[in-house]
């Protein structure tokens, strides 16, 4: 079935980097644009970045810009995203997403990965 | 781009119908017909329930539906069950690749 499975979350300090992973199956991921999505503990859902389908291009929210870079790996079927210069507003899960042909909407998610920026 | 607005809470008992909705501005929800609704039992992955305001995914029920008039969307759940309690959330498309989402709202079947 389709399916998305995020990792690579984890416990990081302020200024650090890490990367996250989406593995995708059950569906033709190099035909998909993918997103990422985070929510912070008790806060609503955010729009973090969006790659093509080819990853010719790239675009993230002002909040990560500079900061965080998608990527994706179309023939091992993995999307990523690379966090850089932590901060604790950073702390959230992360969902990817698959972008729904056309409709400029997110039609299957994974179940996220936690990252928390601490000290 | 701030955040669409949404109540925090809603609730109804089983059978019952219940709107929530998503207020934004003309520069989101009013300026285009991009409106998604998302159902999220917290711990699973988000399940798309509503797209292009009042589109609904093969397997949605018909028990759910959207509409949008001015710069607010909502989303209507008719007989409501038991499963139905989770947290729903709005987005909107603004153009340009860039999305925004509503805070939430918790559903609480009574």
């Known amino acids: 079935q389709v399916q998305l499975v995020e990792s690579g979350g984890g416990v990081v300090q302020p200024g650090r980097s890490l990367r996250l992973s989406c593995a995708a199956s059950?569906?033709?991921?190099?035909?998909?644009?993918m997103h990422w999505v985070r929510q912070a503990p008790g806060k609503g859902l955010q729009w973090v970045a969006i790659?093509?389908?080819?990853?010719?291009?790239?675009y993230y929210s002002d909040s990560v810009k500079g900061r965080f870079t998608v990527s994706r790996d179309n023939s091992n079927n993995t999307l990523y995203l690379q966090l850089s210069s932590l901060t604790a507003e950073d702390t959230a899960v992360y969902y990817c997403?698959?972008?729904?042909?056309?409709?400029?909407?997110?039609?299957?998610w994974g179940q996220g990965t936690m990252v928390t920026v601490s000290s | 781009q701030s955040a669409l607005t949404q109540p925090p809470s809603a609730s109804g008992s089983p059978g019952q119908s219940v709107t929530i909705s998503c207020t934004g501005t003309s520069s989101d929800v009013g300026g285009y017909n991009y409106v998604s609704w998302y159902q999220h039992h917290p711990g699973k992955a988000p399940k798309l329930m509503i797209y292009?305001?009042?589109k609904r995914p093969s397997g949605v029920p018909d028990r759910f539906s959207g509409s949008k008039s001015g710069n607010t969307a909502s989303l209507t759940v008719s007989g409501l069950q038991a499963e139905d309690e989770a947290d729903y959330y709005c987005s909107s498309n603004v153009g340009a690749n860039n999305w925004v989402f509503g805070g939430g709202t918790k559903l609480t079947v009574l």
């Open positions: 790659i093509w389908y080819d990853g010719s291009q790239k």
């Open positions: 059950g569906f033709s991921f190099s035909g998909h644009g």
């Open positions: 997403a698959r972008d729904m042909k056309g409709r400029l909407t997110f039609d299957v």
């Open positions: 292009e305001v009042s």
